[in-house]
């Protein structure tokens, strides 16, 4: 029995072929898809831009001033050490955020610690080119800052580390931000405004006024209408 000739190109190219065999065209190999691990905690979100982008332009605004007698915010939470904002009226950049806390990891290299921060740049800063005359719109998105309150914790450090080495990494970390910082343990008292709750010094009597309103003077002469 003679073999079967097929020929798809001229007759010198002719192919001997004895069985054919179907193969399935080769398919590429798909990278798999990188799912996350199933875990009660949700995923960390980045801190140094919103989860929900820029859909409107926010305003410029300022830090916000605790005036009703609020102290959230100015204490040691999480860590043993923190960094505390001591200046006012500061929009810091997520830039600077991310310098900071990178030049604490750099000093902090080796050891075992754990960082917290405990602000979030979600405040979107927009700008104009150059010599561009004034209306036309606010401009375009240029980034991310953080409007931090004053007596603000920005940084929190745990574990076992000596204080000087986590005073140093905070000074250093400090010089490369905007504002005025200062260092702060866990346990010590809270700030309202710019006054420390210390020192015979509490909430009620910050709250309170520090001068007599005209009623309140005029009551506390008038003679009492009931009998002791």
Not at 55 to 73: E, F, L, M, Q, Y
Not at 88 to 117: C, N, P, W
Not at 199 to 216: A, F, H, S, W
Request: charged letters at 25%; proline letters at 8%; glycine letters at 8%.
């Amino acid at each position: 029995m003679k073999p079967r000739i097929f020929c798809g190109w001229p007759t010198s190219n002719c192919l001997f072929v004895r069985s054919l065999s179907l193969r399935p065209p080769h398919i590429p190999q798909q990278p798999l898809l990188t799912l996350r691990a199933f875990s009660s905690t949700p995923p960390a979100l980045d801190w140094l831009a919103p989860k929900r982008g820029h859909k409107t332009k926010s305003r410029k605004g300022r830090p916000r001033v605790p005036t009703g007698g609020s102290t959230r915010g100015t204490t040691v939470v999480w860590g043993d050490y923190g960094l505390r904002m001591r200046d006012h009226d500061r929009r810091v950049s997520a830039k600077s955020f991310q310098i900071g806390a990178e030049t604490i990891k750099k000093r902090l290299r080796g050891m075992k610690y754990k960082l917290f921060t405990r602000v979030c740049a979600n405040i979107g800063v927009y700008t104009s080119g150059n010599e561009v005359r004034m209306g036309k719109g606010k401009g375009s998105f240029d980034y991310w800052a953080s409007r931090v309150a004053v007596s603000k914790i920005i940084f929190e450090l745990k574990g076992e580390l000596h204080e000087q080495i986590v005073k140093d990494a905070f000074r250093l970390a400090a010089a490369k931000m905007p504002g005025l910082y200062e260092f702060v343990r866990k346990g010590d008292p809270p700030v309202m405004g710019i006054t420390k709750v210390e020192q015979g010094v509490t909430l009620q009597d910050m709250k309170r006024p520090r001068i007599l309103l005209p009623m309140e003077a005029t009551a506390a002469r008038l003679p009492a209408t009931t009998p002791p």
